[in-house]
Each structure stands twice: as C-alpha cells, then as structure tokens.
C-alpha cells in the first residue's frame, strides 16, 4: 500500500475514528475492527489482488481491511449492514473513486443483481473479507450457493470453523462443513490470527481461510438435496458407527439393506462417517438413492 496513505488499521486511530463519530460497537452484527496494518497485508497477499481484479467485501466495518483492498484492487464493493457505520465509511475512504458501498444484509440479497455495477464488470472476482462469526456458515453458504463467477474466498473467521472447512478425511474436524465446501472449492488455513489485533478482542482465535473454487463439483452429484441430507444422517452421531447412523435416520427395517450397499461399496461394517471421502458420500448416496423421495 502506498506509503502516503494514513492507515485506518491502528488503534489509536480506530478509536479517534469510534469516538468521534459517538459510535458503539454492536455485538449483534459480530463487530470486531482489525487494527493491524500486517495482517492486512498477509490478507492481501494471499488473495493474490491487481489492478485487474475486483472485490467483494462483506462487513467493511469502518473500513480497515476495505483501504488495503482498494489500493491494491481495480474495484471493491462492500456490503454493509449497520446504518452508523455508512457516514463512517464516507469519511474514511472519502480518497477512493473504486469504492462502492451497498448498504444491505448479505444475507437478504442476490449477489448477482449487484455485479453488473463494477464498472468492469467482466474482470475476475475475489471475494475477501474479516466475517461477522456468528454468520460466518450462512454466508459461506450464501456465496458458493449464489453462482457468482468469482476465482476464490479469502476470509477471516474462528479458526475452529475455518480448521473444520478444511479438514481432511480421518480427522476429528471433518464433517458435513467440510464437505459443503470441499465439494465445490479447494480449501487450506493460510495462516493464524491472534484475537490481540482487534478491538474489541474477540473471545476466540481466528484464522484465515483460503477457498479456490474448482473448476466444475469434485464429483458428480444426481441428487444434491439427497446427498446432504445423507451426509448429515452419517454424521448425526459421531460416536455411533456409519450403518447404526443410517439405521437411526432412515429405519432399522433397512439394516439388510445397508450391509449389503457397505459390502458393494468395500466398506467395513463398522466404518465410520468421518472416514469416508466426498467420493465415498457420493456412491453412498447413489446406493440409497431408493430411500430419496
Ligand atoms: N472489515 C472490518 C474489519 O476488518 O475491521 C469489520 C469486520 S467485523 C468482524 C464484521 C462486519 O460485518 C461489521 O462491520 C458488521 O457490521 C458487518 N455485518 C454483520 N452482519 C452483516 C450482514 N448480515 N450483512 C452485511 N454486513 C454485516
């Protein structure tokens, strides 16, 4: 970022910047300001931005991480859902033409109405953000479910979260959540944030999160409604073996049924959920495609 450029990222300024504008952090919308211009450029850095690229932002906040986004991006559009934090917005990023706010709730928008306002709107997409955590699933959701054409997803969140979106088969982390995502986009932990750069503190640790998106699902799904609800009936129980999951979601009448889609499958009878892979779910699924109504 350029040297002339007063940070918004530092805490003397953030609270100047809080104070002068009577402004009370809002717990509601999961406020918690980054104050620490390094770990902006880390974050930057692993979204990998030029002047050929625009940005989505969800949660600018007062606009800490959108400033770094801005100099090094063609294009952000941030969408924000709290009214006292738009004149803050207008203040502290009055130096930027590329910057166009949405006042909205992600989460009650079409994403795809709002991308033919770049003024470029055939340039790639990145989407970066520090997300409000107690919405962070949703709108993960959200985006991959939009269709929008972007390349990738860095994002801050709790580093619980982001280390279960990223978790392998065989480990305690992996689940339905990492299915949801791995399906659709590859994704690694970049790196560990201290909850020290922010104000307020959070009461968790955070991490960021970098989510590239494949170029078509990791594997054909005839029935993706089905599948999940496969995928969640696995995992229902985590103690409880594969076959007592699939007994227990769709009827002890079936239990014949499932040992023998097990054996087809070379699965062992007393496998369990978090050792099969998305290729796995996926023949399950078929397999039991007669229990989808
Ligand atoms: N980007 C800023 C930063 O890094 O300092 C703020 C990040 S803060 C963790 C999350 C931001 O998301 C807040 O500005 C909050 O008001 C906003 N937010 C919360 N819920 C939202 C929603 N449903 N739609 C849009 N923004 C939301």
Redesign the pocket.
Known sequence: MTKEVEHIANIIRTHDILRRHDFFI?KK??????TDSNILTKIVQTAELDKKTNVIE?????G???QFLLEEAAEVMA????DS?IPILGETLAVYDNFQLVH????KIDLNDFIGNFSDPNLPIKVV????YY?TTPILMHLIKSMIPFQSIVVMMQKEVADRIAAQPGTKAYGSLSIAVQLYMKAQVAFDVSRNVFVPAPNVDSAILKMTRLPQPLVEIKNEDFFFRVVKIAFAHRRKTLINNLIQGFGKDKKEAFENLLKQLKLQPAVRAETLTIFDFARLADGLSFLSD
């Open positions: 809002k919308f999961g406020q918690n300001f980054l969800i949660g600018p906040g007062i800490a991480l959108t969408f924000e859902i709290d934090l909205a709730d992600v989460l953000a520090n997300l409000p919405i």
